[in-house]
């Protein structure tokens, strides 16, 4: 959206070589140097070790290309086994977002250290690679050890950025450097320092603001947490090597596309999205994650001169450069399996999930032996990967399991630090309306709570918690943490007062006010994508619970759970205190501390956060897209307090040219979408996917990478009984604009095995409520991707209630198939080809 807090590239060099301690005339020339080249050399205080570096150099040269090689994969915990470790000798490995110790989300601290520990003694195993080598394990604990059951979870970056408290921010990540060092890790992909420029991206709520400044002071904050300062502790015993990331762009690109293109020139990808590794890279921050995105055009993995000219040379940074999730393979003329560019562009490390991890390693040798890459260049990597380790004492420290935190689970989830995090939670919470000072509210009073996100822990805690894209989680999954609607029963109770809870509004007795609590479903990274900001869009059902209330006369507060700012018009207009809570993590009993006055009428917290992106006034009105005229419904730093006048009305404009289209329906793209869950049937016998395989009877699913990361789903059905696998949700969908559209239900499937009995393609409307279609005809054999539609009206004419529909896709089959799906959905765009119809 326009009007984003930006800073003129003057006013952030003088703010890098306040940082770099430079002075006088060496700060002239500095700021010389700066304009000139645009890129600053990066002062950390860490000094030169000519020791170390010799032993590296020595270590370097009684190595193997194929220990050489190895040093620089790094596979993910599903697709490597201790044996692979103890032959090949990996220089790291990771667990991705739902990934978890034998594959069970529920896996215990002990569980994740005995992993650790194994992984660990294989690399050190000399038996059969001959390196001893030590490995190291990086793991996304980008809001807390958010993939450890029972682990504090913080509130997610945005938040924190309307917080605006950088000492707050490093005791968050020294809280978190604590939990993860329990379980036996030594690396955080963290921190994030995109720099938004457009909402519509899906991972928001990673950015801490609009404001490179904040972002370039958090970046060092948090760097400093999980690595120590460089001057005191630094990667102590209680602290882990943190990661930068992503370099560069990726808050900038078009339309809010993840993974697509920036196009801003150089002077902005420095004036803007680079101020993170300024203040990052400045306190000592040893790996930098390249980013998916392009710049101009070029991927940045493949990308040399922003590598290695900016980032290793005019910048100096000398750790290693780590790659996203098969971010190479993305680059043109690459695969997932062989990739020479990324190497020669400046890339140390590949990140390589999925079996793909041999034939890469494989290529690379052969691609050093027939000169593709140059032997210097894997010696660069490899330096730069011995000298983080040594850095980091891996050579010296005991085994994951012998560390002085590890097995300490008493750390994890302390109550020191959930009070931190609720600290972070009440700081972080913006108000945006307060009309007649209705808040704080008096805890006597008879309140009413009502809301899909009143008692929903893993919707407050949004993406990244436990599961990759923090979905199919129940409360019970967050033991120690507390819901909204916890916080708001405990506060009200010992006052005196009544607290009635139903999730849609109903109630016994009139209540003296309402508190409703909406929002955003979890979701991560381009799962989240948007292309526009407008709040339940075509399905404003929590809209419909606000007016409910208001009609009655009933005071309304609402507290919306978001990962970015939205157009919420019409709910702002229908609520009487609204406020933006962002993504608070498992302490959402912290926010009753504000809401809340004490009996006596004091307050003992007030609202202290102030929009670190400024909220929108129009759906459509995004910086890329190139609208002008808008102004943003509120301004960056907005935020009330208790003695602020409120300042919106109830009349603001509820209706926008994108209300009157028809997009299309997504409900699967990259992953599941709200509120639909994946279910497996067979027989009697039922259960919904939360992690990245489930099987139950007849029929199992597992996540692969088509385009992206975990983007397709394989189906198999073994034919022993009748299953399906369904889309699912609590409450049906109303699909009738789309008949009236003459819509069709869109599939991309591929046939990996099939078998000469019916493959029905349904919908469902209830218990005995339904149609299918056997689409084996228009079934394609070969291992090819098609997209098949099937007209909607089709499944009218069969009986299905398309207002009342619960499950909007199903495969199912008595028959041994298996088949590959991709994206799903309803859509009034008709296609011509590969159409099943009635007519």
């Not at 952030?12 to 050399?41: D, F, Y």
């Not at 958010?146 to 997610?156: S, W």
């Not at 002008?628 to 509820?654: H, R, S």
């Not at 078998?755 to 079934?779: H, R, S, V, Y």
């Amino acid at each position: 959206m326009i009007l984003k807090k930006t800073f003129t590239l003057s006013a952030l060099i003088i703010a890098t070589i306040a940082m770099s301690g430079c002075s006088g005339t060496e700060t002239m020339q500095t700021n010389k140097l700066v304009e000139q080249e645009i890129w600053p050399m990066i002062t950390t205080g860490i000094k030169d070790d000519a020791d170390m570096e010799a032993k590296i150099a020595k270590l370097l040269s009684t190595m193997t290309l194929e220990q050489k090689i190895a040093q620089m994969i790094q596979p993910e915990i599903r697709d490597i086994t201790v044996a692979d470790m103890r032959k090949y000798g990996f220089g790291s490995y990771l667990n991705g977002g739902g990934a978890f110790p034998n594959d069970n989300k529920h896996a215990t601290a002990a569980d994740w250290i005995e992993l650790a520990e194994k992984m660990y003694q294989a690399s050190v195993d000399d038996s059969l690679d001959g390196s001893r080598i030590p490995t190291m394990w990086g793991t996304d604990a980008v809001h807390g050890h958010n993939n450890v059951i029972g682990a504090t979870l913080f509130p997610h970056n945005i938040a924190l950025g309307a917080a605006n408290n950088p000492a707050l921010i490093e005791q968050i990540a020294a809280a978190t450097a604590q939990e993860v060092m329990v379980t036996g890790i030594d690396w955080v992909f963290a921190p994030t320092v995109a720099v938004v420029r457009d909402d519509r991206w899906g991972r928001t709520y990673e950015g801490y603001s609009e404001d490179p400044e904040i972002v370039r002071d958090y970046s060092a904050a948090i760097v400093k947490g999980l690595q120590g300062a460089v001057d005191k502790d630094f990667l102590s015993d209680e602290r882990v090597i943190s990661t930068v990331k992503h370099f560069l762009g990726d808050g900038g690109t078009q339309s809010g596309d993840d993974q697509g293109n920036n196009i801003d020139s150089e002077t902005d990808l420095f004036n803007i999205h680079a101020q993170g590794y300024v203040g990052g890279l400045g306190a000592g921050a040893q790996t930098v994650m390249a980013s998916f995105n392009s710049w101009s055009g070029e991927k940045i993995h493949g990308s040399k001169y922003l590598l290695t000219d900016v980032l290793k040379g005019k910048m100096g940074f000398d750790g290693f450069v780590v790659g996203d999730w098969n971010g190479h393979g993305q680059i043109p003329g690459c695969t997932n399996g062989n990739c020479a560019q990324a190497v020669n562009a400046g890339l140390d490390v590949y990140m390589v999930p999925t079996d793909a991890w041999k034939p890469l390693y494989e290529n690379l040798i052969a691609q050093v032996n027939n000169g593709a890459i140059a032997q210097s260049r894997v010696d660069d990597a490899v330096t730069r990967i011995l000298r983080v380790k040594m850095r980091a004492g891996l050579f010296d420290k005991p085994s994951p399991a012998n560390r002085p935190l590890s097995g300490k689970t008493e750390v994890i989830g302390s109550a020191e630090h959930r009070e931190i995090a609720k600290q972070a939670v009440r700081e972080s919470l913006v108000l945006l309306k307060n009309k007649q000072q209705l808040l704080p509210l008096s805890p006597t009073a008879n309140v009413l709570v009502a809301g899909l996100g009143a008692d929903n822990i893993g919707m407050q805690s949004g993406g990244w918690s436990i599961t990759w894209q923090g979905t199919g989680n129940e409360n019970s999954d967050f033991p120690g943490g507390t819901s909204i609607l916890d916080g708001i029963e405990s506060t009200v109770k010992q006052a005196g007062g009544q607290v009635q809870y139903d999730l849609n509004g109903e109630f016994n007795t009139r209540p003296d006010v309402a508190i409703v609590i909406f929002g955003e479903q979890p979701y991560a990274e381009g799962n989240g994508d948007l292309d526009n900001l407008e709040y339940q869009r075509g399905n404003k059902t929590d809209l419909a619970l606000l007016r409910k209330f208001k009609a009655a006369g009933i005071p309304v507060v609402s507290l919306f759970i978001s990962g970015r700012p939205m157009w919420v018009n019409a709910e702002l207009n229908a609520s009487d205190a609204f406020v933006a809570t962002w993504l608070p993590g498992t302490e959402g009993d912290a926010i009753s501390d504000v809401l809340f006055a004490d009996a006596d009428g004091s307050v003992n917290y007030d609202f202290k956060g102030k929009l670190s992106f400024s909220w929108p006034s129009n759906p459509v009105d995004n910086e890329n897209r190139g609208d002008k005229g808008y102004a943003p419904l509120l301004p960056y730093g907005f935020g009330l307090t208790y003695a602020d006048k409120n300042t919106l009305a109830d009349n603001l404009v509820e209706q926008s040219l994108s209300s009157q289209q028809l997009e299309d329906l997504v409900l699967f793209e990259r992953a599941v979408k709200a509120p639909w869950s994946l279910v497996l049937q067979s027989g009697e016998q039922q259960q919904t996917m939360t992690s990245s395989r489930a099987a139950v009877g007849a029929v199992s699913v597992k996540t692969f990478d088509k385009d992206v990361q975990e983007d397709a789903r394989a189906i198999a059905f073994t034919g022993a009984e009748p299953a399906a696998v369904r889309l699912m949700a609590v409450f049906p969908s109303d699909l009738r604009s789309y008949v009236e559209k003459v819509g069709q239900l869109q599939m991309q499937i591929k046939v990996n095995q099939s078998a000469d009995a019916p493959l029905w393609l349904g919908m469902q409307c209830g218990e005995n409520c339904q149609g299918k279609f056997d689409i084996t005809e228009q079934l394609t054999a070969g291992n090819e991707w098609q997209t098949l539609n099937v007209d909607l009206g089709c499944f009218t004419l069969q009986g299905v209630n398309l207002s009342q529909v619960f499950s909007p896709w199903q495969l199912s089959t008595s028959a041994p198939w298996q088949v590959s799906i991709a994206k799903l959905s309803i859509t009034s765009k008709q296609a011509n080809e590969n159409v099943i119809s009635c007519q």
